[in-house]
């Protein structure tokens, strides 16, 4: 009978480090230590991607604020972080709704200025000075609350001057304001919204003009200023705003009465008004001239009449002259006339003589014509319109043909354009119609953009690497590095040599995929021999009798497997 050879053990390795790690116990602490790093490894991975995902909750706070907001966060137990330069507050994202909606409920953030609530604290005893300060912070911060509603607006700051009342009229002065705006990235105010913004205020503050508000920008640009000498000569915004609007709704008339005889897209209509933004005020006074006394109209009348003796009365100076008694009557001598107070030649006085006097005052109207005049502004001085027509298309033959327009139908459609933009011949208006085919430019197909360029399907890949990657990697540090290294560190037990009782079993006994357990009969492998299942289990008795040990390994292997 042959005997049986078993390999030799591996020699002992030298000693030193080397040969610790060589050993069997050192390769199960490399084993072991590599084993739980594997492990740390992927908990990281799994941790790493089950992280929630964080949002900006409050951005661009003052410190006060940010302290508030912190100290809510840590009493709701809510986790958060901040970003690069601490400048916003990052919290998971399916809670930052929730979150602002709790902060809001407290208050939180305030925006760094206080309105009216202010108020609400005021403590007994407080003078007359402090009141109007504390009254003063809480009007500019309203007012700030107010402008940052703007959606151009982040942040704004008012500064009110208020000068104490005084009933000197003389010494009244008018209250001014000054407005600081934080405008967001990349927007700005046009000026109807700068104008909104100080009538805002001129009308929140009592006695307090639009022209005394100042409004600035975080960069320092002076968004309203005093209105130039020449303002009235030069045109504004809403004129040039008019101007463009009155254009565009003639063209618009004008497209839409023409589009019905040509159809869509073969009228095109441009207008070009002159409007006069002119002031004129005028007054004049017209007289006409004096018509006959009998045609005008009698305004007044007046009449006077009187009568009275003659010149025989006292007269003359009054005085003692005047009251001496009359002188003896004389004959009159060589054709002289007598005195007047001369007695006649009977010895009688001449006879008295009577006086009347009559006046007569009439006043007529005057004819009058006044005249006030106020032309105002915006008015149309002249109107200049510029049609363009397709040529009309036809079918003939299947196939589409294009024709200019007949005469009778460039004229009919010029009569519409005519009524449709007002057409006044006074006023100097012009219009031009031209009948030509259009250019029709070429479509360019929109660019394909290749499946790994289009942004919806980088988003999508990005969302699926981000669960997938980490899973990927889990299984392949699972099944390709732990369970390989689990392994070797619960290796199978070697099955011993057989005893030559047993000569020729060892290849159905030893368990096949145990490579530890080789066993060469004559320093050559036996070829598998066939035999009965009683000689079988003769030999397995055998076997057991002799090596009960080995019999219960080998079934215990069994079972695990």
Same mark, same amino acid.
């Not at 002065?173 to 109807?192: C, E, F, I, M, Y």
């Not at 303002?231 to 003639?250: C, F, G, S």
């Not at 397709?390 to 033959?397: A, C, F, L, P, V």
């Not at 590095?481 to 689990?486: G, I, N, S, T, Y």
């Given at each position: 009978?042959?005997?049986?050879?078993?390999?030799?053990?591996?020699?002992?390795? +030298?000693?030193?480090?080397?040969?610790?790690?060589?050993?069997?116990?050192?390769?199960?602490?490399?084993?072991?230590?590599?084993?739980?790093?594997?492990?740390?490894?992927?908990?990281?991975?799994?941790?790493?991607?089950?992280?929630?995902?964080?949002?900006?909750?409050?951005?661009?706070?003052?410190?006060?604020?940010?302290?508030?907001?912190?100290?809510?966060?840590?009493?709701?137990?809510?986790?958060?972080? $901040?970003?690069?330069?601490?400048?916003?507050?990052?919290?998971?994202?399916?809670?930052?709704?929730?979150?602002?909606?709790?902060?809001?409920?407290?208050?939180?953030?305030?925006?760094?200025?206080?309105?009216?609530?202010?108020?609400?604290? /005021?403590?007994?005893?407080?003078?007359?000075?402090?009141?109007?300060?504390?009254?003063?912070?809480?009007?500019?911060?309203?007012?700030?609350?107010?402008?940052?509603?703007?959606?151009?607006?982040?942040?704004?700051?008012?500064?009110?001057?208020?000068?104490?009342?005084?009933?000197?009229?003389?010494? /009244?002065?008018?209250?001014?304001?000054?407005?600081?705006?934080?405008?967001?990235?990349?927007?700005?105010?046009?000026?109807?919204?700068?104008?909104?913004?100080?009538?805002?205020?001129?009308?929140?503050?009592?006695?307090?003009?639009?022209?005394?508000?100042?409004?600035?920008?975080?960069?320092?640009?002076?968004?309203?200023?005093?209105?130039?000498?020449?303002?009235?000569?030069?045109?504004?915004?809403?004129?040039?705003? $008019?101007?463009?609007?009155?254009?565009?709704?003639?063209?618009?008339?004008?497209?839409?009465?023409?589009? +019905?005889?040509?159809?869509?897209?073969?009228?095109?209509?441009?207008?070009?008004?002159?409007?006069?933004?002119?002031?004129?005020?005028?007054?004049?006074?017209?007289?006409?001239?004096?018509?006959?006394?009998?045609?005008?109209?009698?305004?007044?009348?007046?009449?006077?009449?009187?009568?009275?003796?003659?010149?025989?009365? *006292?007269?003359?100076?009054?005085?003692?002259?005047?009251?001496?008694?009359?002188?003896?009557?004389?004959?009159?001598?060589?054709?002289?006339?007598?005195?007047?107070?001369?007695?006649?030649?009977?010895?009688?006085?001449?006879?008295?003589?009577?006086?009347?006097?009559?006046?007569?005052?009439?006043?007529?109207?005057?004819?009058?014509?006044?005249? $006030?005049?106020?032309?105002?502004?915006?008015?149309?001085? !002249?109107?200049?319109?510029?049609?363009?027509?397709? $040529?009309?298309?036809?079918?003939?033959?299947?196939?589409?043909?294009? !024709?200019?327009?007949?005469?009778?139908?460039?004229? /009919?459609?010029?009569?519409?354009?005519?009524?449709?933009?007002?057409?006044?011949?006074? !006023?100097?208006?012009?219009?031009?119609?031209?009948?030509?085919?259009?250019?029709?430019?070429?479509?360019? *197909?929109?660019?394909?953009?290749?499946?790994?360029?289009?942004?919806?399907?980088?988003?999508?890949?990005?969302?699926?690497?981000?669960?997938?990657? +980490?899973?990927?990697?889990?299984?392949?540090?699972?099944?390709?590095?732990?369970?390989?290294?689990?392994?070797?560190?619960?290796?199978?037990?070697?099955?011993?040599?057989?005893?030559?009782?047993?000569?020729?079993?060892?290849?159905?006994?030893?368990?096949?995929?145990?490579?530890?357990?080789?066993?060469?009969?004559?320093?050559?492998?036996?070829? +598998?021999?066939?035999?009965?299942?009683?000689?079988?289990?003769?030999?397995?008795?055998?076997?057991?009798? /002799?090596?009960?040990?080995?019999?219960?390994?080998?079934?215990?292997?069994?079972?695990?497997?």
């Amino acid at each position: 009978m042959e005997a049986i050879e078993a390999i030799p053990a591996q020699q002992e390795a +030298p000693g030193g480090i080397k040969g610790f790690l060589n050993s069997p116990n050192g390769r199960k602490i490399l084993l072991s230590v590599g084993a739980a790093l594997v492990i740390a490894l992927m908990a990281g991975i799994w941790m790493w991607s089950a992280k929630p995902e964080y949002k900006v909750l409050f951005s661009n706070f003052n410190d006060k604020d940010g302290g508030a907001i912190v100290a809510a966060l840590q009493q709701m137990n809510v986790p958060y972080k $901040y970003s690069d330069g601490g400048v916003a507050i990052l919290v998971p994202a399916d809670q930052v709704h929730d979150v602002r909606l709790k902060l809001a409920g407290q208050g939180l953030p305030k925006g760094g200025g206080v309105g009216f609530e202010l108020m609400e604290n /005021q403590k007994l005893g407080v003078s007359q000075f402090l009141e109007q300060v504390n009254y003063q912070r809480a009007l500019e911060g309203e007012l700030a609350r107010s402008i940052q509603s703007i959606g151009a607006v982040q942040t704004a700051r008012v500064h009110l001057a208020m000068p104490k009342s005084t009933v000197f009229v003389r010494e /009244q002065q008018k209250p001014t304001a000054s407005v600081l705006l934080n405008l967001h990235a990349g927007r700005v105010l046009d000026q109807q919204q700068v104008s909104a913004i100080v009538h805002l205020v001129a009308s929140s503050v009592p006695d307090l003009p639009a022209k005394n508000v100042t409004v600035v920008d975080q960069d320092g640009n002076l968004l309203t200023g005093d209105k130039p000498a020449n303002a009235n000569n030069t045109l504004d915004a809403t004129q040039l705003k $008019y101007v463009q609007e009155l254009q565009d709704n003639i063209a618009r008339r004008v497209e839409a009465i023409v589009t +019905p005889v040509v159809g869509p897209n073969n009228v095109h209509a441009e207008a070009t008004a002159d409007v006069d933004f002119s002031r004129v005020e005028q007054a004049a006074e017209t007289y006409k001239p004096n018509g006959k006394p009998d045609a005008a109209s009698i305004r007044s009348q007046q009449s006077s009449e009187s009568s009275g003796p003659g010149g025989n009365g *006292a007269s003359g100076v009054p005085g003692a002259l005047s009251n001496q008694p009359q002188a003896n009557a004389t004959a009159p001598v060589n054709g002289q006339t007598p005195p007047p107070n001369a007695t006649a030649a009977n010895g009688q006085p001449p006879a008295a003589s009577t006086q009347s006097r009559r006046d007569s005052t009439i006043n007529y109207e005057v004819d009058k014509t006044v005249r $006030y005049v106020q032309q105002p502004m915006g008015g149309l001085r !002249r109107l200049s319109v510029a049609v363009v027509l397709n $040529y009309r298309t036809e079918i003939k033959n299947g196939k589409p043909v294009s !024709r200019p327009l007949t005469d009778a139908e460039k004229t /009919q459609i010029t009569d519409l354009i005519r009524e449709a933009m007002g057409f006044s011949k006074d !006023r100097g208006d012009s219009l031009s119609v031209l009948n030509t085919p259009f250019v029709t430019p070429e479509k360019e *197909a929109p660019p394909v953009l290749p499946i790994w360029k289009n942004p919806d399907n980088i988003a999508l890949a990005k969302e699926i690497g981000r669960y997938l990657l +980490p899973v990927l990697l889990l299984l392949y540090l699972f099944f390709g590095v732990l369970r390989p290294m689990l392994k070797k560190l619960n290796p199978k037990p070697e099955a011993p040599a057989l005893p030559p009782a047993v000569e020729g079993t060892a290849d159905e006994l030893v368990d096949e995929e145990d490579e530890d357990a080789v066993v060469s009969i004559s320093g050559e492998a036996a070829p +598998p021999k066939v035999r009965s299942y009683q000689e079988n289990l003769e030999a397995a008795k055998a076997l057991a009798r /002799q090596d009960p040990r080995m019999v219960a390994n080998i079934v215990k292997n069994w079972i695990e497997e």
